[in-house]
């Protein structure tokens, strides 16, 4: 095997935007291949009070990443007196990314906050910085995996039968089924698992288990 540069540590992150509240969900196992080097690892940084990131690829490119983007957010509160929007944190993300689109940051972000209209946003990412803003999104190891569900029960995706729109709680217990399902199926996914909410009050955090094998 040619020495590599980058390395995937698997896991698995999904958001979910609504109408004034965003979920973030997100495991914490840190591991390469078939070892485990944590149990307990968050992929997630809170940004300012209403905007959490979650970066899944590679660990030590994803620490870089948010100590750089926390530095640009301390120097923008200076220059303006106020913290920075989603939107405006979304198009810091994105050229940052793409500054290094020579030599990349191996990691796949989702950036999840409240607007300035006080909507839920979820923003997904790919390594290079092309982003683009989306009511559900995943990222990691199983979101392929997660995808077809949040299509099927948050899209209404090829239904043929008229169902209600889930309400927050409904979404945040159908985040914690998913994870909990990605984690029977994908070895890089498992241990525990944490839910944000992010509102008009600020951010809630709840932890749980997961498969430990």
């Known amino acids: 095997h040619r020495w590599s540069p980058y390395a995937d540590n698997g896991g698995t992150c999904l958001g979910v935007s609504g109408d004034d509240y965003v979920v973030l969900a997100a495991d ?3 591991s390469s291949g078939y070892k485990i080097h944590t149990r307990n690892c968050s992929k997630v940084t809170q940004l300012t009070d209403k ?4 970066s899944c690829g590679m660990k030590s490119d994803a620490i870089t990443l948010h100590k750089h ?3 640009r957010l301390v120097m923008y509160e200076h220059q303006h007196r106020r913290q920075a929007s989603v939107n405006a944190i979304a198009q810091l993300l994105s050229t940052t990314l793409y500054y290094k ?4 940051y191996y990691t796949f972000n989702v950036l999840c906050g409240i607007d300035d ?4 946003a979820c923003y997904h990412y790919d390594a290079i910085g092309n982003f683009e803003r989306v009511p559900y999104t995943t990222s990691g190891s199983g979101s392929s995996l997660v995808m077809g569900v949040l299509d099927a029960q948050l899209g209404k995706e090829n239904q043929t039968i008229e169902t209600p729109a889930l309400n927050k709680a409904e979404i945040v217990e159908l985040s914690k089924d998913v994870l909990s399902s990605v984690g029977e ?3 890089f996914t498992g241990d525990y698992g944490e839910i944000f909410i992010i ?3 600020g951010i809630t955090k ?3 288990d997961l498969k430990q094998d």
Request: charged share 30%.
């Open 185 to 187: 199926r994908d070895i």
């Open 206 to 208: 709840a932890n749980f």
């Open 28 to 30: 914490t196992r840190l």
């Open 69 to 71: 983007l926390k530095a």
């Open 51 to 54: 905007v959490l990131i979650c």
């Open 101 to 104: 689109r020579f030599f990349p």
């Open 199 to 201: 509102d008009a009050g």
């Open 117 to 120: 209209e006080g909507k839920g």
